[in-house]
């Protein structure tokens, strides 16, 4: 392969764990982060979790010289958190805040009041147009009783919407963040198989960091082991995601991860361990622009297509199950709503008895329907603001099961025009003797 430039770009990740007054010596990690960003010069810097203002201006000050361009993507009622800093100018930015997100009334987790987005900026690398996302997913609490699966599976299946639908112009795409997500679990497969980004872990030729690439290690000293069982090492939910286009080849020549505690400190930046990868990002020739850009091999393509298939159902069957506990909630709600204003209307009608039979006495305290009244109208106002939570989590449920539905229709009638199958391949076969095909999942 004949190639005309190469160029060499370092990116960064770390969930900084800055929420104020909550996360362990908050100011001191910042000081450590930024003094080890200054020095390590990194082309592109993604950071999350930087809740406040004020820290991120703290570190915009501190990178002015190593990173003068930066940006802070605000959304929620506290922020998104998600903020990035950049060697090279930063020409656009736009954040999409996922639909889903948590529940209000969950404060101990506290996504809902993030604003949980995708936050994207658009760079040059020399010639070269570079999509730059950067965003974090809602928490797994629970892995074995886990009930923001189905709204986690919205958020990666809305990430890889946004991420195909603004990239395409794109040379170089980047992504990275705190997915929330094992590497085999639905939403990240959803993702990269969907939009064809590729792991920098799983890609790097050389790599320097924790066993397995994990992110999240149980020798940290601000996570409890206790939330990590049954991974007794930890886990990898920290990702740099990356692909190229027709114009440019990108390849990951080495990744590390940070380990633990810094050196000359007591403690390390973060409860996640920070990401860093180097991409080779080399121009095409002219010649191998034109080529032909399909899979040659249709068994190959039919799988992938196949597969993507199976991927799909499987996001479908978990939302489903979000729509019908949802539904449940919202009944409830309803029926709880329905109980505070019997009550109401009863209170009404005793308190209306003396009125009606003059000289009569108030058969009860007035403190005590004063107090009643107070429950009955806090009851209704609750329950309506539920009501209409609940049903707004309903309607972004039905929209991402009908988005789902209508990608396995087309995904189907692809496989239907293509040739028949390999004998291995004999259950991805549709009806009528018609097998798969050649198939692009970025299509």
């Known amino acids: ?180 997500m094992h590497p085999q679990d639905l939403g990240n497969r959803l993702l990269l198989s969907y939009t064809g980004l590729r792991d920098s872990y799983l890609e790097a030729a050389k790599f320097d960091g924790c066993e397995n690439g994990m992110t999240l290690v149980a020798d940290n000293p601000f996570i409890c082991k206790k939330e990590l069982a049954p991974f007794e090492k930890g886990i990898r939910i920290d990702y740099i995601l990356f692909k190229g286009s027709s114009k440019t080849a990108v390849y990951c020549d080495f990744m590390s991860t940070t380990k633990g505690s810094v050196p000359d400190h007591p403690f390390p930046y973060s409860d996640h361990e920070a990401l860093t990868s180097v991409l080779r990002l080399e121009t095409r020739a ?59 209307i009863l209170e009404l009608a005793i308190a209306a008895v003396p009125w009606l039979a003059l000289g009569a006495e108030q058969p009860f305290p007035r403190t005590s329907f004063y107090l009643l009244a107070a429950l009955c109208f ?18 972004s449920l039905q929209g991402a099961e009908d988005q789902m539905r209508l990608a396995v229709g087309s995904l189907q009638e692809k496989l239907r025009g293509f040739p028949l199958a390999q004998p291995h391949d004999a259950h991805l076969r549709p009806p009528g003797g018609q097998g798969p095909g050649v198939f692009k999942p970025e299509e």
């Not at 690398?125 to 709204?151: I, M, Q, W």
């Not at 996001?315 to 029926?335: D, F």
């Open 1 to 180: 392969m004949a190639n005309t430039d190469s160029l060499n770009i370092r990116v960064f990740s770390l969930n900084c764990w800055g929420i104020r007054y909550v996360s362990k010596h908050t100011p001191q990690r910042y000081a450590m982060i930024g003094d080890m960003l200054c020095k390590e010069e990194h082309d592109v810097v993604l950071l999350q979790e930087v809740w406040s203002e004020k820290d991120y201006l703290f570190l915009k000050k501190k990178l002015a010289c190593s990173h003068p361009h930066s940006h802070h993507f605000k959304s929620g009622v506290i922020g998104s958190g998600l903020a990035i800093f950049s060697k090279h100018r930063i020409h656009e930015t736009f954040l999409y805040r996922y639909s889903l997100n948590g529940y209000p009334y969950m404060a101990q987790h506290g996504d809902w009041f993030g604003g949980k987005a995708v936050g994207m900026a658009v760079l040059k690398f020399g010639s070269l147009t570079a999509n730059v996302y950067v965003t974090h997913l809602h928490a797994e609490y629970c892995r074995d009783k886990d009930s923001y699966l189905p709204h986690r599976v919205v958020q990666a299946w809305e990430l890889q919407q946004f991420v195909r639908h603004t990239s395409v112009g794109a040379d170089v795409v980047i992504l990275g963040g705190d997915l929330n």
């Open 286 to 344: 002219e010649t191998e622009r034109d080529g032909p850009r399909t899979s040659k091999n249709p068994d190959s393509a039919a799988g992938k297509a196949a597969e993507l298939v199976d991927i799909v159902t499987e996001a479908r069957t978990e939302v489903k199950v979000g729509l019908h506990c949802a539904e449940r909630m919202r009944y409830t709600a309803s029926r709880t709503g329905a109980m505070g204003l019997a009550l109401l």
């Open 378 to 395: 806090a009851i209704l106002a609750a329950t309506a603001l539920l009501y209409v939570f609940y049903t707004m989590e309903l309607k």
